[in-house]
């Protein structure tokens, strides 16, 4: 039987348009879904926006629009960003969560059963919350009074507001993601939320007054009041599968038994790891089985932020380089379990020496000489045969991808390319073929094989290129145009 994969990013706030840490996450999550979708499993893949929330509101007034309109406009720009022609991001549903037909059932089913656990209390609230974070802060989170993030006062609130009963659930928690039945990746954030864990959960607000907020899922029973974030959000992983609708994808994809992967930044992991276990053991539901969470893109060592203007758009590195450059870097120079840095030089410099001089001059090279003096009997592999376990990668390299270390992987590939480079040095197979034909054209053979299983291992990674190399290959001739132009 086909083994069955659920993978999930994060679902971003629309508040503006996409920035790198989006994309990174995004292709984070796509690259392990073409790799399962390779290795033979049916694989389902989310991505999403977060869209109830006063970030959203505040961002429409600024420029004096409309929530829905806003909201239109930015989700256009994410869809475009993760389109074929731009990040080539592969997913089978992108939720939006302000969709009362898709999302809303699921997230209501879900109160509900926290409500039939016993687990939802109303309680009254005196303290801080920072918009900027949805989430209620505490004086010590605060300098100067103003949260040093947002660098903006939080409002200072007393309402009633249901509770979740999330403290009963701690020792559970622990248990579960000690023993790994909940896997978080790497061992750092593990042991990260365990710390956590050992102080106890305690009790989180999961709904505000209807008058206070502008948007938000009504509360099942009470129309006083709006599910506040969390219980909306998280749900998302499951509502979009059906859960609390038509749920044939949600009983395949999560509760069946799916390997199911949530991939987050380490910004929202004590959410995924602490609450949303603790809701989805509330309602009896099985919990996610595995949870990567990688590290925050800086850039010349400094958090992106407008006031440095330190920022990297995706899509201007995209309109230079174009997607696959994007996707390649992400893999290959961002550790998938630690902060990573990048600025528009180290962009450049890398595309040049791992794209342009690497892989695809090692592509012309290649097929130049194949293309003269190689007359392969039939194509070397079939554009069809592009299967892992066909073309694809030794235990080896397939061991490298199982344990979530992407960047490891491109380094191994990138070891081959120069590799094989030094082969072609080494050999000389263009000076060879003047003194002894077949020996040069041994040589010849042997590096087209090689190159097919460098095409075959960048598939994930690389899907369009990986493609153009076996079409090159198969075709036997060289690509019309460079694969990467020197910048
Ligand atoms: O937190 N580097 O949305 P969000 C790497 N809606 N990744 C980054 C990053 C950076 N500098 N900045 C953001 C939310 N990310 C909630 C999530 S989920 C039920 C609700 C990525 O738009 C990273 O994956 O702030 C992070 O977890 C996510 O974007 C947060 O996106």
Known sequence: MRNVSYI??????????????????????DIFARHRRLS???????????????????AAIAVGQDTKSYLDGVVSAFT?????????????????????????????????????????????YDGFYCVGHEAFVTEKDLIDGKCPDHNEAPEHLKETNYFFRLSKYTDEIKKRIESNELEIIPAARKNEILALLEQGLQDVSFSRPTGKVSVGIPVPGDSTQKMYVWCDALTNYISALGYGRDDWLFRKFWYDGADTLHIIGKDILRFHAGIWPGMLLSAGLPLPKKILVHGFITSGGKKMSKTLGNVIDPDVLIAEYGGEAVRYFLARHISPFEDGDITLEMFKNAYNADLANGLGNLVSRIMKMAEEHHHPASPIRHPTERLFS????????????????????????????ARLDRRIQETEPFKLVKKDKTAAQKIIAELVNKLSHIASLLQPILPTTAVKIHDAITQNRMPEKPLFPRK
């Open 40 to 58: 033979g499993d049916e694989v389902y893949l989310l991505t999403g926006v977060d869209e109830n929330t006063e970030k959203v509101v505040r």
């Open 390 to 417: 066909r073309a694809g990668p030794s235990s080896t390299e397939e061991g490298i991808l199982e344990s979530y270390n992407i960047q490891a992987y491109a380094e191994y590939i990138s070891q081959e390319i």
């Open 8 to 29: 999930t990013t994060p679902i971003f706030y629309p508040n503006a348009k996409p920035h790198l840490g989006h994309a990174y996450t995004a292709t984070l999550a």
């Open 80 to 124: 475009d960003l993760f389109s074929a022609q731009k990040l080539n991001i592969s997913y089978d549903q992108f939720i939006r969560t302000s969709n009362e037909k898709v999302h809303w059932p699921g997230a209501q089913a879900m109160w509900q059963k926290l409500v039939d656990a016993g687990d939802i209390y109303p309680a009254s």
